[in-house]
């Protein structure tokens, strides 16, 4: 299977913290990865790491076989890495619409073309079409997050890295959120997903990963790896997961 992304003893922190420590993940093409933790484990490092978000030696990651380590963010993007972000950073004061045109505007300027379409999204998670003139503050939470997924694939990633889709969402929401993610993968796009539930992160994803205190503890096919494995990697050893 065709490498997508993978890290190699990627190391990053914030000043003096070092949040990350020698984490290797690999990314297939077409795959979802999960990644869990506790908070604090690191989850939201590493994604910030991949998108150059932090400072990492070339090395540390690659995309697509090249290194790419430290690549400024909007390159990354051009690039085809889309990040949907811990509390999802929308453009206040926008509509729906208009939070979407920033990404087609963004898009639209990168020689690597891809299939998403404002029409196309709006088949995905209809109610943003009924929504579109509405000021994302107006929106309920899951829609929001419609938004901040639709605003990452409208940037035609081959990689789509998900912090916490499904914080503070009803379940039913959720639910709906996830279901997208077929359509996604269908493109040959993959996904990380950084999830706090792990019965979800387990049933959305081929394999996962799991971390502790910025180490991974945990790797392995979703399906095969067990509750009490998750537990011990999670806390350290000794606790099972509901
Ligand atoms: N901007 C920052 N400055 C300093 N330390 C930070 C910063 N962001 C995160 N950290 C620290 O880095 C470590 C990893 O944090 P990170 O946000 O990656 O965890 P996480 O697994 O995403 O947790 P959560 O589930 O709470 O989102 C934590 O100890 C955290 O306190
Ligand atoms: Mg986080």
Not at 57 to 79: E, N, S
Not at 152 to 165: G, N
Not at 170 to 191: C, D, F, M, N
Not at 218 to 227: K, N, V, W, Y
Request: hydrophobic letters at 40%; glycine letters at 12%; one cysteine or more.
């Amino acid at each position: 299977m065709t490498e997508v992304l993978s890290t190699h003893g990627l190391v990053a922190g914030y000043g003096d913290f070092q949040a990350l420590y020698d984490v290797d993940v690999e990314v297939h093409e077409g795959e979802a990865v999960a990644l869990i933790g506790a908070n604090g484990a690191g989850k939201s490092t590493f994604l910030r790491a991949v998108m150059g978000l932090l400072p990492v030696a070339p090395d540390m990651v690659h995309f697509d076989g090249a290194p790419v380590g430290g690549t400024p963010t909007d390159r990354m993007v051009q690039k085809g890495v889309a990040i949907v972000p811990e509390g999802r950073r929308l453009f206040t004061g926008m509509s729906v619409s208009d939070n979407l045109r920033v990404a087609i505007d963004q898009s639209s300027r990168f020689e690597r073309k891809g299939c998403w379409t404002l029409s196309r999204l709006y088949q995905l998670f209809p109610i943003l079409e009924e929504k579109a003139r509405t000021p994302v503050e107006s929106l309920s939470g899951g829609q929001q997050q419609m938004v901040s997924i639709g605003r990452a694939l409208l940037c035609q990633p081959r990689l789509l890295l998900c912090d916490e889709i499904s914080l503070g969402l009803a379940p039913r929401v959720v639910r709906e959120i996830y279901a997208a993610l077929p359509e996604v993968r269908a493109q040959g796009t993959s996904v990380v997903l950084v999830e706090q539930d792990v019965g979800l992160a387990k049933s959305a994803s081929d394999r996962l990963y799991c971390m502790l205190e910025g180490r991974v503890t945990l790797s392995g096919r979703s399906e095969e790896i067990t509750r009490e494995q998750i537990g011990e990697a999670y806390f350290g050893g000794g606790h099972a997961v509901g």
